[in-house]
């Protein structure tokens, strides 16, 4: 019987809006939110056309429930997209469970739901039972030689520890989910006890098919009527030619202002000299001795090439030696897999091969995209800040993934995309672009990206996890209409803003520092950290300082330590989650840190009374995808500035404003210490109407007298 066939409903079918009563009603104090209702009218009418959706739901709007009530009237499966675990794991330990419940009265059942996740996040018992006490010196291939014996014995004889953990673990859990696995080990163990798609033989090869913890997983999946994943997997599910995911008819991406980012990574590639040494290593049984010292000698020709390079894009070609060293990679890897051959079904050791295989593949297809050049890519070199010796790798990327989104996210489903930032300057333009929703639908994928898709899908066969059937799910819909009067062509959409149930003008001030000077070097300026300090001291602590470099938020808990009597909490000093956990316990307590704070943060309440910005979230100028998109825009006739990096800062200010108001008992300040969201014309204005509407100022006496009555309370 056909899966979707299996879970239609008979009789009168629930709407989406009592699902949606249901579930609000289970909640303790939960009433209706006219957002959040909305909301799930809107997906409701996008299940019913078929046209795509962009929603943007303030924070407090409870965008969860609203998506999730609208998705149970779905026959077959949906899928929730999320960027962070924080979320995945909201949506699977509480929202769902807690949904599931409430509406098993009114569906007459109760709703299942599922997590997928990357085939590497699950224990993989081939790999555990291969491992051996010679193998940690194959994850410890970066340590460097001047570290001695001592450390070397210290990490080999942890790692052995955190290995036999992992083999008690396997007798006993049930789905071999590396998030389960209290207390966890670390990424290198890891690795030893996990197996990545491109290196599975698949599940009819492996001897521990019928056991395997990812291919259960995927078989839940199927069978759920909620499958919760991640943004990462969905981008390798497309490039792949949608064989992961199970087919579904409803795609929900959550947190969607991510999403372009994480397709980029999924379609980003690199050299490294140690990875092409570790691959040598791996093959080198399966290899003569001339193939093997041929992997070696691309590895150290890779080394000196990327020695000689300075870092950052590369505009005017690969430079010799590197491109010297992608023809020797080449040309040693393909003579390397043609010496191993095809995996035969009396392999001895079948999965060992297939991984040597695979870590080849992907080296030779990596040599091959950067020697191609092709226009519609980016290639830089990366070195470690700061060190003389640590990574050097040799990367690159696609230009855009606009092209690609527009052939592969929207094709055979309906896609609703909601986050709390979708509008920059109050218009949702720019991110529906950057989703591919105005692009050409029929544009051809560059050859680079192709070749992505084809290693992608080859990844994916050679795990065995081709989804059955194929062509258009059984009652797929048509994408709705090209939009009206703006010549695209791409897929029909509409968009929403449902608001925010929080009155932001009541609630906090948005106050700009227009009296600072134009920021200009990196770190604190001087002016900047004194007008940090007035306004930490008003209100003593219960500060989030989110700064725009790792040496501006030293700078700034140097300062406010001496001059203060204030506990200052600095990211990277400890786990980050064990840092909030202080900052929400010590009111006299700050917190400072970089980029990952700006979103990666929920303190509500008083523990975070204010929320201070050093200068506005540009990219860095060496930021080589920016970089490049911004020149692309420039030799087309634009300004890539305004296109590229006025977007990105208001995405990450919104962000980072957003940290502040998290419910509706909520009261700050949110201070800029940049005076060009002030006086900058044109794109000020544009940042400023990205942000929620704040009570606004640029007087420092009335931020601090806020401050200092909200320090009294």
């Not at 460097?144 to 210290?154: C, E, F, Q």
């Not at 992992?166 to 890891?190: F, K």
Request: charged share 25%.
């Amino acid at each position: 019987m056909p899966f979707a066939k299996k879970r239609r409903r008979s009789g009168s079918r629930t709407s989406a809006d009592e699902l949606l009563a249901a579930a609000v009603g289970a909640v303790p104090g939960g009433k209706p939110r006219p957002g959040q209702q909305a909301m799930t009218t809107a997906i409701a009418q996008s299940i019913s056309t078929g046209e795509h959706l962009l929603v943007q739901a303030g924070t407090g709007t409870g965008k969860s429930l609203a998506y999730l009530a609208p998705a149970l009237t779905v026959d077959g499966p949906v899928v929730i997209s999320t960027a962070t675990l924080a979320l995945q794991s909201q949506l699977v330990d509480h929202d769902l469970p807690r949904l599931a419940d409430a509406v098993k009265p009114l569906l007459g059942r109760r709703p299942t739901f599922a997590v997928l996740k990357g085939r590497h996040h699950y224990l993989c018992l081939a790999r555990l039972d291969a491992s051996t006490e010679a193998e940690p010196t194959d994850t410890l291939f970066d340590e460097p030689a001047s570290s001695g014996g001592t450390r070397w014995l210290a990490a080999a004889g942890r790692m052995g520890k955190q290995m036999q953990r992992l083999r008690d673990w396997a007798e006993e859990t049930t789905t071999g989910d590396r998030d389960e696995l209290d207390p966890g080990v670390d990424d290198q163990t890891w690795r030893l006890a996990s197996m990545p798609a491109r290196e599975c033989v698949g599940a009819a090869r492996c001897p521990f098919g019928d056991e395997c913890f990812a291919e259960a997983s995927r078989a839940r999946a199927r069978e759920a009527d909620i499958v919760v994943t991640n943004h990462s997997l969905l981008a390798i599910d497309m490039l792949a030619g949608r064989q992961i995911v199970p087919p579904h008819k409803l795609l929900v991406v959550d947190e969607a202002h991510e999403l372009a980012d994480r397709v980029s990574a999924a379609a980003q590639a690199e050299l490294v000299p140690e990875l092409i040494d570790r691959a040598a290593r791996r093959a080198r049984p399966l290899l003569s001795p001339e193939a093997a010292e041929a992997l070696a000698e691309a590895g150290d020709a890779l080394s000196v090439g990327l020695a000689e390079a300075p870092a950052g894009r590369i505009t005017a070609g690969l430079p010799g030696p590197l491109r010297q060293a992608c023809t020797l990679l080449d040309s040693a890897t393909r003579q390397a897999l043609d010496a191993i051959g095809d995996i035969r079904s009396d392999d001895p050791d079948p999965v060992r091969k297939q991984q040597a295989k695979a870590v080849l593949d992907e080296l030779s297809d990596t040599a091959q995209r950067l020697l191609t050049e092709d226009e519609h890519d980016v290639a830089w070199v990366e070195k470690a800040e700061g060190a003389a010796s640590g990574r050097r790798a040799l990367v690159v990327a696609p230009l855009s993934v606009a092209g690609t989104l527009a052939t592969h996210l929207y094709d055979e489903r309906t896609v609703v995309a909601t986050s709390a930032t979708l509008t920059l300057g109050g218009r949702f333009d720019t991110v529906a672009r950057a989703l591919g929703l105005e692009a050409p639908a029929a544009s051809p994928p560059s050859p680079a990206a192709a070749a992505v898709a084809d290693r992608a899908a080859r990844d994916v066969r050679s795990a065995g996890a081709a989804r059955s059937g194929s062509g258009t799910p059984d009652g797929a819909r048509p994408a709705g209409k090209p939009l009206s009067g703006d010549g695209a062509s791409g897929p029909g959409w509409h968009s929403l803003d449902v608001g925010s149930p929080f009155d932001y003008g009541k609630q906090g001030i948005l106050y700009v520092a227009a009296h600072l000077p134009r920021p200009a070097a990196s770190g604190l300026p001087a002016a900047a950290g004194e007008e940090l300090l007035g306004l930490v001291g008003a209100l003593g602590g219960r500060t989030l300082g989110l700064f725009s470099s790792r040496r501006a938020a030293q700078q700034a808990a140097e300062l406010v330590r001496a001059r203060t009597e204030l506990t200052v909490l600095l990211q990277g000093d400890e786990s980050l989650p064990l840092l909030v956990r202080r900052f929400r316990e010590d009111r006299s307590s700050c917190l400072f840190g970089v980029l990952s704070l700006w979103q990666g943060v929920d303190v509500p309440g008083d523990a975070c009374q204010l929320v201070v910005i050093d200068r506005l979230p540009f990219p860095r100028p060496d930021e080589p995808l920016a970089a490049a998109r911004s020149a692309a825009v420039d030799a087309a006739g634009g300004s890539g500035f305004s296109a590229v990096s006025v977007p990105i800062a208001a995405i990450r200010l919104a962000q980072g404003v957003g940290r502040l108001i998290r419910s509706t008992a909520d009261r700050g300040v949110v201070a800029v210490l940049d005076s060009r969201l002030e006086t900058a014309r044109g794109y000020g204005a544009f940042l400023r109407r990205s942000l929620p509407p704040f009570w606004y100022t640029t007087r420092p006496e009335v931020a601090r007298g806020a401050l200092e009555r909200l320090g009294r309370d």
